[in-house]
């Protein structure tokens, strides 16, 4: 295992692991994006796919475990690689350069990054660790989504994570190998083409349910 952990104490081994575990929790998202549109069919149709979701429950701990797993390894590794990067360029340019098609997504990958972070927390405390008992998974998240408050927070966050996938995911192609002319233009509309799905759906969510309910 010594060629493992050889690899992962360089900074491409780091890299590589931030581009698998990038790339495993948009396959999530992909899957939560789907479900969670059965928000716009209705109650009974969220209420439904919440209850086969638990039908499945000792696979969905195992998963959730992989995610905690996955989230650990991409934040530490983030935050090693920020503070390396940080280091070696610790007086910044008097211009802002921005030669190399650098982007907003590139420019602030730590940044949004770490909201995401702040965001999930929120989101876990405000859905999945809320007591459920006398209510149901529509009703808890209809209720929250009554906040203004929480509306805007949501909103702002949905378009964070949309800036943070829009360059991670090809990015996280580019890490793995798949750097050829033939292929990146089309893995990076597909990933603008994925960020403003999440961006529009997920964002969409509390807009929807605040002037239905």
Same mark, same amino acid.
């Given at each position: 295992?010594?060629?493992?952990?050889?690899?992962?104490?360089?900074?491409?081994?780091?890299?590589?692991? %931030?581009?698998? &575990? +990038?790339?495993?929790?948009?396959? #999530?998202?992909?899957? *939560? /994006?789907?479900?969670?549109t059965t928000i716009y069919v209705g109650s009974e149709?969220?209420?439904?796919?919440?209850?086969?979701?638990?039908?499945?429950?000792?696979?969905?701990?195992?998963?959730?475990?992989?995610?905690?797993?996955?989230?650990?390894?991409?934040?530490?590794?983030?935050?090693?690689?920020?503070?390396?990067?940080?280091?070696?360029?610790?007086?910044?340019?008097?211009?802002?350069?921005?030669?190399?098609?650098?982007?907003?997504?590139?420019?602030? %990958?730590?940044? &949004? +990054?770490?909201?995401?972070?702040? #965001?999930?927390?929120? *989101? /876990?405390?405000?859905?999945?660790?809320?007591?459920?008992?006398?209510?149901?998974?529509?009703?808890?998240?209809?209720?929250?989504?009554?906040?203004?408050?929480?509306?805007?927070?949501?909103?702002?966050?949905?378009?964070?994570?949309?800036?943070?996938?829009?360059?991670?995911?090809?990015?996280?192609?580019?890490?793995?190998?798949?750097?050829h002319p033939k292929y990146m233009p089309f893995i990076?509309?597909?990933?603008?083409?994925?960020?403003?799905a999440v961006g529009i759906v997920f964002g969409f969510?509390?807009?929807?349910?605040?002037?239905?309910?």
């Amino acid at each position: 295992m010594s060629w493992f952990t050889e690899t992962l104490a360089t900074s491409i081994g780091k890299k590589l692991l %931030m581009a698998l &575990t +990038g790339l495993g929790f948009c396959l #999530f998202l992909v899957g *939560h /994006l789907v479900g969670n549109t059965t928000i716009y069919v209705g109650s009974e149709a969220f209420n439904a796919y919440a209850a086969h979701l638990h039908e499945y429950e000792p696979l969905i701990r195992v998963m959730e475990m992989g995610l905690l797993l996955f989230a650990l390894i991409h934040v530490i590794t983030g935050t090693i690689l920020f503070f390396q990067n940080f280091g070696a360029r610790p007086n910044r340019y008097s211009v802002n350069r921005r030669a190399g098609g650098r982007t907003i997504g590139s420019a602030t %990958m730590p940044y &949004t +990054g770490f909201l995401v972070l702040c #965001f999930v927390i929120l *989101h /876990l405390a405000d859905f999945h660790f809320v007591d459920k008992s006398g209510t149901t998974i529509w009703n808890i998240v209809a209720d929250t989504f009554q906040n203004p408050l929480y509306i805007l927070t949501y909103i702002i966050a949905m378009v964070i994570v949309a800036i943070h996938i829009s360059h991670g995911f090809w990015s996280a192609f580019q890490t793995i190998g798949a750097n050829h002319p033939k292929y990146m233009p089309f893995i990076m509309g597909l990933g603008i083409a994925f960020s403003v799905a999440v961006g529009i759906v997920f964002g969409f969510i509390p807009i929807f349910l605040s002037t239905t309910v």
